[in-house]
């Protein structure tokens, strides 16, 4: 049976949870969430440049966007590049008009970690989306970090970005076994949402929410993506929901437990938010202290 035959099997039965008629015929979630988008051929082949382009160079707005797409041999206008980058998610780290935004009713809660020096694992989590370009559509990535060690807690793809979507993420995060005393995200309409805030609230959690146009107040995850798509995304080019999902849950199992970072003194991330042993010949360790992070953003 054909991948879109089990995708339509999983959708014509409503008997048992979708995870669970998914392993019946052994369809991958990911493969079932995956949908094609409705974009023309040559609106997705701007979005893949537009999503290289803005991975290297994040400063770029909709009038840079524009002129970079214009330098490539695509007449474009200011609409379709707006629109576009709405679509995808994207905003500059320079302030400008912004394109996550609060749903009207929504409560936008303030930006509570300037100056704030982060002691430990479990003070500062964050979360965000970005977007994966695909051969004939395209899909969301969505992870929750703990700032402290830079370990991804969760991570899930998905082919909106609902709510329900952000949700599940945070879920899986909290099934790590721990809270953050703050929790950091943009305005997008999502986390402002009652469900998502009052999640958080429920625990006791406080709500940290970017600047309005201000993507260096979560600058930690944004290189996540960075990460992601110039080391995963960019060199396997996944072909559907199945294969980046594998890619993925690779990458992120390297970045946690293999992947040494510079400002860890060559540590993982695991080892900061699991207190792994540090195994290293004696000969060979730099004088350690754990990093007290400062945010200081102007």
Same mark, same amino acid.
């Given at each position: 049976m054909s991948v879109a035959h089990k995708r339509q099997a999983v959708a014509d039965h409503d008997q048992g949870s979708i995870a669970a008629r998914c392993r019946a015929i052994d369809l991958a979630r990911s493969s079932f969430y995956y949908q094609p988008k409705g974009e023309s051929g040559l609106n997705l082949e701007l979005m893949r440049l537009m999503d290289q382009e803005f991975t290297t160079h994040c400063f770029h707005g909709? =009038?840079?966007?524009?002129?970079?797409?214009? #330098? #490539?041999?695509?007449?474009?206008?200011?609409k379709r590049v707006r629109r576009l980058m709405r679509l995808m998610g994207l905003e500059a780290l320079a302030p400008k008009p912004g394109l996550s935004n609060p749903a009207p009713g929504h409560k936008v809660f303030p930006y509570l970690l300037r100056g704030v020096e982060i002691t430990g694992p479990d003070h500062v989590w964050s979360t965000d989306i970005t977007y994966i370009a695909m051969p004939k559509g395209f899909m969301y990535l969505t992870a929750v970090m703990d700032w402290y060690s830079r370990y991804v807690l969760s991570w899930k793809i998905g082919n909106t970005m609902e709510t329900a979507f952000c949700l599940e993420a945070l879920g899986e995060a909290f099934l790590q076994g721990g809270e953050p005393l703050i929790f950091n995200t943009d305005q997008g309409s999502q986390y402002t949402s009652i469900d998502f805030t009052s999640t958080l609230l429920d625990r006791g959690i406080k709500v940290s929410m970017d600047g309005k146009g201000r993507a260096t107040d979560n600058a930690f995850i944004e290189r996540l993506w960075r990460s992601v798509k110039q080391q995963c995304i960019y060199r396997h080019a996944p072909m559907d929901g199945r294969e980046l999902y594998a890619i993925l849950a690779e990458y992120f199992h390297y970045y946690n437990h293999q992947r040494a970072h #510079?400002?860890?003194?060559?540590?993982? $991330?695991?080892? =900061?938010? =699991?207190?792994?042993?540090?195994?290293? $010949?004696?000969?060979?360790? $730099?004088?350690?202290? #754990?990093p007290q992070l400062t945010i200081s953003t102007p």
């Amino acid at each position: 049976m054909s991948v879109a035959h089990k995708r339509q099997a999983v959708a014509d039965h409503d008997q048992g949870s979708i995870a669970a008629r998914c392993r019946a015929i052994d369809l991958a979630r990911s493969s079932f969430y995956y949908q094609p988008k409705g974009e023309s051929g040559l609106n997705l082949e701007l979005m893949r440049l537009m999503d290289q382009e803005f991975t290297t160079h994040c400063f770029h707005g909709v =009038l840079g966007m524009r002129d970079f797409l214009r #330098q #490539q041999g695509y007449w474009v206008n200011e609409k379709r590049v707006r629109r576009l980058m709405r679509l995808m998610g994207l905003e500059a780290l320079a302030p400008k008009p912004g394109l996550s935004n609060p749903a009207p009713g929504h409560k936008v809660f303030p930006y509570l970690l300037r100056g704030v020096e982060i002691t430990g694992p479990d003070h500062v989590w964050s979360t965000d989306i970005t977007y994966i370009a695909m051969p004939k559509g395209f899909m969301y990535l969505t992870a929750v970090m703990d700032w402290y060690s830079r370990y991804v807690l969760s991570w899930k793809i998905g082919n909106t970005m609902e709510t329900a979507f952000c949700l599940e993420a945070l879920g899986e995060a909290f099934l790590q076994g721990g809270e953050p005393l703050i929790f950091n995200t943009d305005q997008g309409s999502q986390y402002t949402s009652i469900d998502f805030t009052s999640t958080l609230l429920d625990r006791g959690i406080k709500v940290s929410m970017d600047g309005k146009g201000r993507a260096t107040d979560n600058a930690f995850i944004e290189r996540l993506w960075r990460s992601v798509k110039q080391q995963c995304i960019y060199r396997h080019a996944p072909m559907d929901g199945r294969e980046l999902y594998a890619i993925l849950a690779e990458y992120f199992h390297y970045y946690n437990h293999q992947r040494a970072h #510079q400002h860890l003194d060559g540590l993982t $991330p695991a080892h =900061l938010y =699991l207190g792994l042993p540090d195994n290293r $010949p004696r000969g060979i360790k $730099p004088t350690f202290k #754990q990093p007290q992070l400062t945010i200081s953003t102007p």
